[in-house]
C-alpha cells in the first residue's frame, strides 16, 4: 500500500514487503485482522496507522512500518 505522507510517498511494509489492502495480519497476541487502509506518518517522529477491520492501531502491533519510498 502506497499512501501519501507529510514529505512524500510512504509503503506499509511487513519485513521487506509491501503490505495490501485486504491482506491479513496478526498482531502481537496472535488476532488476525485484515488491512482496510492505512494513515502514513504526519511528522518527523510519527509512525502512523494501520486500519483494520477492528479499528486504527500504530503499525508496531502488527509488526508493521511505514518506509518512504
Given amino acids: 500500500m502506497i499512501a501519501r505522507g507529510f ?3 510512504y509503503h506499509l ?3 521487506s514487503r509491501p503490505v495490501v489492502i485486504g491482506e491479513e495480519v ?4 496472535g488476532a ?5 487502509g492505512g494513515t502514513p506518518p ?3 517522529r510519527s509512525s502512523g496507522f494501520v486500519h483494520v477491520t477492528r479499528g486504527r492501531f ?3 502491533v502488527f509488526n508493521l512500518r ?3 519510498k
Avoid: A, M, N
Fill in 42 to 44: 504526519h511528522h518527523e
Fill in 66 to 68: 511505514w518506509s518512504k
Fill in 58 to 60: 500504530y503499525p508496531q
Fill in 7 to 9: 514529505d512524500g510517498d
Fill in 32 to 36: 488476525k485482522e485484515i488491512v482496510t
Fill in 26 to 29: 496478526i498482531d502481537f497476541r
Fill in 13 to 15: 511494509l511487513r519485513d
